[in-house]
């Protein structure tokens, strides 16, 4: 499948620091290749050490877009919240 990374991702992925960036980057690459696992209202999530990637998959055009890249835990409990 292939990713696509929206500009909210893209901004995240610019606030970290190299190595952890390269992390996240891994994971996109490991989401392509293997079907999701943890399912959030209509959201996917990876965990990526004590962060998390947020991605939806277009089926029809085999396409994923990661949605959010959070570095902490913490910043992905309150993009949860922020559904409540």
Request: hydrophobic share 30%.
């Amino acid at each position: 499948m292939k990713i696509e990374v929206t500009d909210n991702a893209d901004e995240d992925l610019g606030g970290m620091d190299g190595s952890q960036r390269e992390k996240f980057i891994k994971h996109m690459r490991k989401i392509a290749s293997m079907p999701p696992a943890r399912h959030f209202r209509d959201h996917y999530v990876e965990q990526v050490g004590e962060g998390r990637i947020i991605y939806q998959i277009d089926q029809d055009n085999e396409v994923i877009y990661i949605l959010r890249c959070f570095a902490r835990h913490k910043d992905y409990d309150r993009w949860c919240d922020s559904f409540r």
